[in-house]
Protein backbone atom coordinates (compact mmCIF):
# COMPACT_ATOMS: atom_id res chain seq x y z
CA UNK A 1 0.00 0.00 0.00
CA UNK A 2 2.07 3.33 -1.18
CA UNK A 3 1.71 6.09 1.45
CA UNK A 4 1.00 9.54 0.11
CA UNK A 5 2.49 12.53 1.89
CA UNK A 6 1.30 16.15 0.86
CA UNK A 7 0.59 19.84 1.78
CA UNK A 8 -1.89 20.33 4.21
CA UNK A 9 -2.52 23.45 2.97
CA UNK A 10 -2.43 26.26 0.57
CA UNK A 11 -3.30 29.69 -0.38
CA UNK A 12 -3.78 31.34 -3.85
CA UNK A 13 -5.65 34.28 -5.27
CA UNK A 14 -8.19 34.08 -8.25
CA UNK A 15 -6.41 34.20 -11.24
CA UNK A 16 -2.96 32.03 -10.44
CA UNK A 17 -1.50 28.45 -10.82
CA UNK A 18 -1.79 26.62 -8.26
CA UNK A 19 0.74 23.05 -8.02
CA UNK A 20 0.31 20.49 -5.50
CA UNK A 21 2.96 17.76 -5.59
CA UNK A 22 2.38 14.11 -3.35
CA UNK A 23 4.58 12.08 -2.28
CA UNK A 24 4.87 8.50 -3.10
CA UNK A 25 8.39 6.90 -2.38
CA UNK A 26 7.15 2.99 -3.03
CA UNK A 27 4.85 3.21 -5.62
CA UNK A 28 4.03 -0.12 -7.25
CA UNK A 29 4.61 -0.56 -10.79
CA UNK A 30 1.04 -1.47 -11.64
CA UNK A 31 -0.15 1.80 -9.45
CA UNK A 32 -1.78 4.71 -11.05
CA UNK A 33 -1.93 8.10 -9.23
CA UNK A 34 -5.26 9.84 -9.16
CA UNK A 35 -6.58 13.17 -7.46
CA UNK A 36 -10.26 13.72 -6.04
CA UNK A 37 -11.00 16.71 -5.17
CA UNK A 38 -13.65 17.73 -2.08
CA UNK A 39 -15.85 20.58 -0.82
CA UNK A 40 -17.52 20.43 2.33
CA UNK A 41 -20.34 18.28 3.12
CA UNK A 42 -20.09 16.29 0.09
CA UNK A 43 -18.20 13.03 -1.27
CA UNK A 44 -14.83 13.76 -2.60
CA UNK A 45 -14.99 13.33 -6.50
CA UNK A 46 -12.40 12.31 -9.17
CA UNK A 47 -10.16 15.22 -10.75
CA UNK A 48 -7.25 13.29 -12.83
CA UNK A 49 -5.77 9.89 -13.03
CA UNK A 50 -2.39 9.17 -15.33
CA UNK A 51 0.23 6.45 -14.54
CA UNK A 52 3.23 8.50 -16.17
CA UNK A 53 4.68 11.46 -17.99
CA UNK A 54 1.77 13.98 -18.05
CA UNK A 55 -2.18 14.18 -18.53
CA UNK A 56 -4.05 16.93 -19.14
CA UNK A 57 -8.03 17.17 -18.99
CA UNK A 58 -10.48 20.32 -18.95
CA UNK A 59 -10.14 20.99 -15.17
CA UNK A 60 -6.38 20.14 -14.55
CA UNK A 61 -2.78 18.84 -15.61
CA UNK A 62 -0.79 16.27 -14.11
CA UNK A 63 3.08 15.88 -14.13
CA UNK A 64 4.60 12.53 -13.05
CA UNK A 65 8.27 12.21 -13.49
CA UNK A 66 10.10 9.19 -15.06
CA UNK A 67 10.85 7.80 -11.52
CA UNK A 68 7.10 7.77 -10.41
CA UNK A 69 7.87 8.76 -6.96
CA UNK A 70 6.05 11.55 -6.76
CA UNK A 71 3.10 13.51 -9.10
CA UNK A 72 1.75 17.12 -9.25
CA UNK A 73 -1.64 18.19 -9.66
CA UNK A 74 -1.60 21.51 -11.70
CA UNK A 75 -5.17 23.84 -11.55
CA UNK A 76 -4.56 26.40 -13.96
CA UNK A 77 -6.40 30.11 -13.31
CA UNK A 78 -8.06 28.81 -10.45
CA UNK A 79 -11.34 30.95 -9.13
CA UNK A 80 -13.02 31.20 -5.86
CA UNK A 81 -14.75 27.83 -6.39
CA UNK A 82 -11.95 25.61 -6.41
CA UNK A 83 -11.39 26.49 -2.40
CA UNK A 84 -11.38 22.77 -1.63
CA UNK A 85 -9.50 19.78 -0.26
CA UNK A 86 -7.57 17.79 -2.83
CA UNK A 87 -5.89 14.25 -2.56
CA UNK A 88 -3.66 12.28 -3.73
CA UNK A 89 -4.48 8.30 -3.87
CA UNK A 90 -2.10 5.63 -5.56
CA UNK A 91 -4.09 2.92 -6.89
CA UNK A 92 -3.40 -0.43 -4.68
CA UNK A 93 -3.33 -3.68 -6.34
CA UNK A 94 -4.91 -5.34 -3.72
CA UNK A 95 -7.62 -2.44 -3.91
CA UNK A 96 -7.70 -1.55 -0.62
CA UNK A 97 -7.72 2.57 -1.53
CA UNK A 98 -6.85 4.18 1.41
CA UNK A 99 -6.63 8.05 0.98
CA UNK A 100 -3.71 10.51 2.73
CA UNK A 101 -4.94 13.62 4.26
CA UNK A 102 -5.40 15.54 1.60
CA UNK A 103 -4.50 19.86 1.48
CA UNK A 104 -6.63 22.36 1.94
CA UNK A 105 -6.49 24.79 -0.92
CA UNK A 106 -7.93 28.27 -0.56
CA UNK A 107 -8.58 30.53 -3.20
CA UNK A 108 -8.76 33.84 -1.99
CA UNK A 109 -10.19 36.99 -4.22
CA UNK B 1 -28.29 6.79 -13.59
CA UNK B 2 -28.73 7.67 -10.33
CA UNK B 3 -24.69 6.46 -9.24
CA UNK B 4 -23.98 5.76 -5.23
CA UNK B 5 -26.69 6.26 -2.87
CA UNK B 6 -26.52 6.72 0.51
CA UNK B 7 -29.40 6.20 2.96
CA UNK B 8 -29.74 7.76 5.69
CA UNK B 9 -28.08 11.49 5.27
CA UNK B 10 -28.85 12.43 8.92
CA UNK B 11 -29.11 9.90 11.72
CA UNK B 12 -28.84 10.57 15.69
CA UNK B 13 -28.23 7.66 17.80
CA UNK B 14 -27.91 7.00 21.65
CA UNK B 15 -24.74 4.87 22.92
CA UNK B 16 -25.82 1.25 22.60
CA UNK B 17 -27.86 1.76 19.94
CA UNK B 18 -27.51 0.11 16.45
CA UNK B 19 -27.95 0.63 13.02
CA UNK B 20 -27.41 -0.36 9.42
CA UNK B 21 -25.79 2.81 7.23
CA UNK B 22 -27.78 2.19 3.46
CA UNK B 23 -25.81 2.01 0.30
CA UNK B 24 -26.69 1.02 -3.25
CA UNK B 25 -24.61 1.52 -6.78
CA UNK B 26 -26.66 1.17 -10.11
CA UNK B 27 -23.46 0.95 -12.58
CA UNK B 28 -23.01 -2.45 -11.91
CA UNK B 29 -19.16 -1.68 -10.60
CA UNK B 30 -17.41 -4.69 -8.62
CA UNK B 31 -15.44 -2.66 -5.93
CA UNK B 32 -17.47 -1.07 -3.10
CA UNK B 33 -16.03 0.69 -0.14
CA UNK B 34 -16.94 2.53 2.99
CA UNK B 35 -14.85 5.43 4.20
CA UNK B 36 -15.66 7.59 7.96
CA UNK B 37 -14.42 11.08 7.78
CA UNK B 38 -14.27 12.86 10.94
CA UNK B 39 -14.34 16.70 11.17
CA UNK B 40 -11.75 18.16 9.41
CA UNK B 41 -9.82 15.05 9.09
CA UNK B 42 -8.85 12.90 5.32
CA UNK B 43 -11.31 9.91 5.02
CA UNK B 44 -10.20 6.65 6.76
CA UNK B 45 -11.39 3.14 4.96
CA UNK B 46 -13.68 1.02 7.56
CA UNK B 47 -14.23 -2.07 4.64
CA UNK B 48 -14.13 -3.20 1.09
CA UNK B 49 -15.30 -5.55 -1.00
CA UNK B 50 -14.33 -6.64 -4.35
CA UNK B 51 -17.48 -8.72 -5.33
CA UNK B 52 -20.77 -9.88 -4.11
CA UNK B 53 -19.83 -12.66 -0.94
CA UNK B 54 -16.35 -10.58 -0.50
CA UNK B 55 -15.36 -8.19 1.67
CA UNK B 56 -12.38 -7.10 3.74
CA UNK B 57 -11.06 -5.00 6.51
CA UNK B 58 -9.72 -1.32 5.93
CA UNK B 59 -7.93 0.80 8.13
CA UNK B 60 -10.38 1.21 10.86
CA UNK B 61 -13.19 -2.02 10.92
CA UNK B 62 -13.67 -1.83 14.69
CA UNK B 63 -17.31 -1.71 15.48
CA UNK B 64 -18.53 -2.13 12.17
CA UNK B 65 -19.30 -5.09 10.02
CA UNK B 66 -20.69 -4.86 6.92
CA UNK B 67 -22.38 -7.97 4.35
CA UNK B 68 -22.39 -7.57 0.16
CA UNK B 69 -25.08 -9.94 -0.96
CA UNK B 70 -25.26 -8.44 -4.28
CA UNK B 71 -23.32 -6.24 -6.64
CA UNK B 72 -25.49 -2.98 -5.89
CA UNK B 73 -25.76 -3.55 -1.96
CA UNK B 74 -22.87 -2.71 0.75
CA UNK B 75 -24.68 -1.84 3.97
CA UNK B 76 -22.74 -0.99 6.80
CA UNK B 77 -23.75 -1.53 10.46
CA UNK B 78 -23.10 -0.36 13.61
CA UNK B 79 -23.88 -2.60 17.01
CA UNK B 80 -22.69 -0.78 19.73
CA UNK B 81 -22.86 2.54 18.99
CA UNK B 82 -20.34 5.00 20.92
CA UNK B 83 -19.31 8.87 20.56
CA UNK B 84 -16.23 7.46 18.48
CA UNK B 85 -18.28 6.85 15.83
CA UNK B 86 -19.66 10.02 15.02
CA UNK B 87 -18.75 11.10 11.54
CA UNK B 88 -19.68 11.34 7.92
CA UNK B 89 -19.64 8.19 6.24
CA UNK B 90 -18.91 7.95 2.85
CA UNK B 91 -19.77 4.66 0.69
CA UNK B 92 -18.24 4.63 -2.63
CA UNK B 93 -17.63 2.17 -5.58
CA UNK B 94 -15.46 1.67 -8.64
CA UNK B 95 -14.94 -0.66 -11.45
CA UNK B 96 -12.28 -2.75 -12.46
CA UNK B 97 -10.50 -1.20 -14.95
CA UNK B 98 -6.87 -3.09 -14.49
CA UNK B 99 -4.84 -3.64 -11.34
CA UNK B 100 -4.23 0.04 -10.03
CA UNK B 101 -6.76 2.16 -12.15
CA UNK B 102 -9.48 2.00 -9.77
CA UNK B 103 -11.81 5.15 -10.12
CA UNK B 104 -13.90 5.86 -7.09
CA UNK B 105 -17.63 7.46 -7.62
CA UNK B 106 -18.97 8.68 -3.77
CA UNK B 107 -21.94 8.99 -2.45
CA UNK B 108 -23.33 12.02 -0.60
CA UNK B 109 -22.58 10.69 2.61
CA UNK B 110 -24.52 10.30 5.98
CA UNK B 111 -23.72 12.31 9.10
CA UNK B 112 -24.53 9.70 11.88
CA UNK B 113 -24.11 11.61 15.02
CA UNK B 114 -23.99 9.47 18.74
CA UNK B 115 -24.90 10.90 22.10
Known amino acids: LAKTTQPISMDSYEGQEVNITCSHN???????ITWYQQFPSQGPRFIIQ???TKVTNEVASLFIPADRKSSTLSLPRVSLSDTAVYYC??????????FGAGTTVTVRA | NAGVTQTPKFRILKIGQSMTLQCTQDMNHNYMYWYRQDPGMGLKLIYYSVGAGITDKGEVPNGYNVSRSTTEDFPLRLELAAPSQTSVYFCASSQNQGAGANVLTFGAGSRLTVL
Open chain 1, 50 to 52: GYK
Open chain 1, 89 to 98: LVGGSDYKLS
Open chain 1, 26 to 32: NIATNDY
